[in-house]
């Protein structure tokens, strides 16, 4: 079992800045990926970001490449995604997630589940 908790979501202007968080406990992490996924009102989860936890490929949605950094740090179990120039459209309550099947943008591939943090971007 792998339990995931999502922090730093918030309210902030368009054009600003927010790091989410993604801490893991549970079992080991060698063989999980984590993504980043996110759910407007009135629309389906969509993919965001992804990282492999033994590697560093990293994977991104076109609508936040050059915007939007995920990472991680192994020594804490967290993943990170830093959030950058927010636009009003990334407002979504944003979940992580994690898989041993590698960085996927399919969410079916994604075994457990965090319970989400909220993203607001006022313009």
């Known amino acids: 079992q792998v339990q995931l908790v999502e922090s730093g979501g918030g309210l902030v202007q368009a054009g600003g800045s927010l790091r989410l968080s993604c801490a893991a406990s549970?079992?080991?992490?060698?063989?999980?990926?984590i993504g980043w996924f996110r759910q407007a009102p009135g629309k389906e989860r969509e993919f965001v970001a992804a990282?492999?936890?033994?590697?560093?490929?990293?994977a991104y949605a076109d609508s936040v490449k050059g915007r939007f950094t995920i990472s991680r740090d192994n020594a804490k179990n967290t993943v990170y995604l830093q959030m950058d120039s927010l636009k009003p459209e990334d407002t979504a309550a944003y979940y992580c997630a994690a898989s041993n099947k590698g960085p996927q943008a399919l969410a079916v591939s994604y075994k457990y589940w965090g319970q989400g943090t909220q993203v607001t971007v006022s313009s």
């Open positions: 549970g079992r080991t992490f060698s063989n999980y990926a």
């Open positions: 990282i492999g936890w033994n590697d560093f490929n990293t």
